[in-house]
């Protein structure tokens, strides 16, 4: 089952595009996703729910697709926009899940929604920056790295740069993204590449980049201001995965985090990269968010 996507409204008067799949009188999961990124929710994951009987729900972050820009949020922000949602849809507890940029924002839902929340999965997060006692570019890619810098001394260089390299993404055919995930992709990130998983890849980009560059933009800004939240603050059940072949976010990453989150189930998968992840493992979480409603 997916649904097509609604729209709702926000007191501060945005709006927030989102779509459901699974088994829509199930569990309710929300799903946030990587940058850039959707909504739109990969089908096998969207079986595996309906098989456990979990409602999944995803939503376009802020600046993506068809949700209203934030200009200025944080991490923390994304909670808020979650439990909104949550209250649109007159959900009371729910579990969430989030891979890459979307797993760092779980970490921020797990620490302030404690009230709402019955567990959370972060997959692949980054650490925030800056983050004390980890060297946060060892082993991010050169190229990554300049762009980085480029934000924090010429911010609008950067834009401008940021806002083309969306232009020429939207250009992208299916073919060209193979080629440039080659570039990051561990032996098991290519094992996974099939055209299902391709072909879901280019539609959640362009369905999030479709109205412009922003959410994409506001992803990057957010990296480099402070959280709003502390990871010593979370209670609530929480996994934290990485592979330990990940060749996009750094292994160290997940160590620092682990380091700070003590009472966290901690995977770190060995010979498992980037996107092997996400394909592979999400079965096992959505048993273990299932398992504690």
């Given amino acids: 089952m997916r649904s097509s996507p ?9 709006t927030l595009a989102i ?11 929300f799903v946030l996703h990587a940058s850039p990124g959707s909504k739109l929710l990969y089908g096998p994951h969207a079986a ?31 909670a808020s926009d979650v439990r909104a949602i949550a209250d649109r849809l007159g959900i009371d507890r729910f579990a969430v899940w989030g891979y890459s940029s979307g797993g760092s924002l779980a970490l921020g839902c797990a620490a302030v929604l404690a009230d709402r929340l019955v567990a959370v999965a972060s997959l692949v997060p980054v650490a925030p920056y800056p983050a004390e006692g980890l060297d946060w570019f060892a082993g ?17 260089a950067w834009r401008i740069k940021l806002s083309e390299e969306v232009r020429e993404m939207r250009g992208l055919t299916v073919g060209q993204m193979f080629d440039s995930l080659l570039s990051y992709s561990s032996d098991a990130d290519r094992a996974v590449l099939t055209p299902e998983l391709l072909s879901f890849a280019h539609e959640q980009m362009q369905d999030g980049l479709s109205h412009g ?44 985090l ?8 901690i995977h770190l998968e060995p010979g498992e990269g980037h996107v092997s992840l996400f394909v592979r493992r999400i079965p096992e979480v959505q048993e273990w968010l299932a398992s504690h409603f």
Wanted: net charge negative; hydrophobic share 35%.
């Fill in 258 to 265: 682990a380091d700070r989150l003590p009472r966290a189930e």
């Fill in 19 to 29: 779509v459901e799949g699974g088994d829509p009188a199930g569990q309710p999961v």
């Fill in 48 to 78: 595996d729910a309906a098989r456990r009987g979990i409602r999944l729900i995803g939503h376009d972050r802020a600046g993506y697709g068809g949700s209203t820009p934030h200009p200025g949020r944080v991490a923390v922000d994304e």
């Fill in 6 to 14: 609604v729209e709702i409204r926000l007191a501060d008067g945005r």
């Fill in 213 to 256: 560059p922003e959410g994409f933009i506001d992803d990057h800004l957010s990296d480099i201001r402070p959280w709003g939240f502390d990871l010593g603050s979370i209670r609530v059940p929480l996994q934290l995965w990485h592979g330990t072949d990940d060749r996009l976010v750094p292994l160290s990453h997940a160590k620092w």
């Fill in 140 to 156: 991010v890619d050169a190229a990554n790295v300049a762009d980085f810098q480029l934000l924090t001394n010429r911010p609008e």
